[in-house]
């Protein structure tokens, strides 16, 4: 990596879905970005239920990991410059704390760092169906300038596996990062 290296935060609740948040940290080492990692415990607990992965193989995968409630960590100051961070997958607590501000974690904490110093946050909520009071949340985090980018499946790419879906989602928000890694099958006009 340079000198100078682009950084992109990472951080996985206890969502289902963690499967996102391990894609992204293997795709954003093969495109040679540095990535800080915050999981919840409920993460860790997910983790177990829906993977293979051990919690030190997540780990292992990012630049730098963090424990949940380490508040004097770097990515919970904004003099830490990043080029933001996705939340992947983000649980309805999560996105709720940062809505609101009040941050009870590491994870909450350096969403509201990312959204205050007006860097790019993408939120890979993961809940389905949404009641009002999720909708607005969304609405207000929306306005404060967060992305709400729920892992949906591009059929028109013509997934063939869970994987492919998985990076084509991958992709997808990373391109909002202006990362492109090859795994996005781009529509074509006409």
């Known amino acids: 990596m340079s000198s100078n290296p682009r950084r992109i935060v ?13 894609r992204l940290l293997q795709v954003l080492r093969e495109a040679d970005v540095e990535t800080h990692l915050v999981m919840t415990r409920s993460a860790e607990i997910t983790l177990a239920y829906e993977s ?10 990012a630049s730098r990991t963090y424990a949940p409630t380490d508040i004097s960590a770097a990515i919970s100051s ?4 990043t ?11 999560s996105m709720s704390e ?3 501000g009040v941050t009870t974690g590491l994870l909450s904490r350096a969403a509201d760092v990312v959204l205050k110093e007006r860097r790019r946050l993408v939120l890979m909520v993961r809940e389905t169906p949404l ?4 909708l607005r949340t969304m609405v207000q985090l ?7 980018a729920p892992p949906v499946p591009a059929f028109y790419a013509r997934p063939q596996t869970l994987d492919d879906m998985i990076d084509h ?22």
Do not use: N, Q
Not at 10 to 22: D, L, P, Q, T
Not at 52 to 61: G, I, N, P, S, T
Not at 78 to 81: E, H, T, Y
């Open 78 to 81: 904004g003099s830490f410059r």
């Open 142 to 148: 929306s306005e404060m300038g967060a992305i709400i």
């Open 131 to 134: 009641h009002s009071g999720h």
């Open 98 to 100: 940062v809505a609101s």
């Open 52 to 61: 293979e992965y051990k919690v030190a193989e997540v780990r292992d995968l």
């Open 169 to 190: 989602t991958i992709g997808r928000m990373l391109d909002l990062f202006d990362v492109d890694t090859g795994l996005v099958r781009r529509w074509k006009d006409g």
């Open 83 to 93: 080029a933001g961070m996705i939340v992947a997958p983000c649980s309805i607590r």
């Open 10 to 22: 990472v951080g996985i609740s206890g969502a289902s879905g963690v499967i996102y948040g391990i």
